[in-house]
């Protein structure tokens, strides 16, 4: 242990376990809010690549985990955890929405969602058209020049009704329109 290190400094920074080429075989949870590199170019390098670690809101590798096993057992390209159910819709809507564009979304809605559009709706200017999510023709007859999303419950909250998702989704396709599932 160098002893010139102050003892806050020794603290923090002594004490990480050089783990002789052993490998955890579950992923770690990484407790840190910033990843350091031995130079100042890799740092740099690595705020600026999704695929590197530097500072934890925008990187963690025990949330790529989560992602990357997610991808594999959905067959997806790629996934993004969040820390909440309404911060992957609030991303997910702010994301693909702005001002004057037109969401198609069934009636039947968890009640977060709900605000939250109606919050769209008059803050922002984004138009919404609430369906009964029985008939995927609804999609067709809601349809505007400004529509962009298709939004859908798998199992609606608090009414558990079942929609018809690849009909529905189908529909959506057609229309051009983005598909997001909750
Ligand atoms: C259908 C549905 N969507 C979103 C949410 C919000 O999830 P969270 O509480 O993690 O923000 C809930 C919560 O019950 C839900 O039932």
């Given at each position: 242990m160098p002893t010139q290190l102050h003892p806050e400094t020794q603290a923090i920074h002594v004490g990480i376990p050089d783990l002789g080429g052993a490998r955890p075989l579950n992923t770690p949870l990484y407790q840190t809010a910033n990843f350091g590199y031995d130079n100042p170019?890799?740092?740099?390098?690595?705020?600026?690549?999704?695929?590197?670690?530097?500072?934890?809101?925008n990187s963690n590798p025990t949330v790529r985990a989560l992602e990357d096993a997610v991808s594999a057992l959905e067959g997806a390209a790629a996934s993004l955890a969040t820390s909440s159910g309404m911060g992957a819709i609030h991303?997910?809507?702010?994301?693909?929405?702005?001002s004057g564009d037109h969401i198609i979304v069934q009636k039947h809605?968890?009640?977060g969602t709900f605000a939250l559009l109606r919050?769209?709706?008059?803050?922002?200017g984004v138009d919404v058209t609430y369906i009964d999510g029985r008939d995927a023709a609804e999609v067709a007859e809601a349809l505007r020049p400004t529509t962009k999303v298709l939004y859908l419950e798998t199992l609606s909250n608090p009414t558990a009704q079942v929609t018809d998702l690849p009909a529905f989704f189908a529909a959506g396709r057609t229309a051009g329109l983005t598909g997001v599932v909750d």
């Open positions: 170019e890799d740092l740099a390098e690595a705020i600026n690549s999704p695929a590197s670690f530097a500072y934890l809101r991303t997910v809507l702010h994301t693909l929405l702005g809605l968890y009640g919050d769209l709706s008059a803050r922002y």
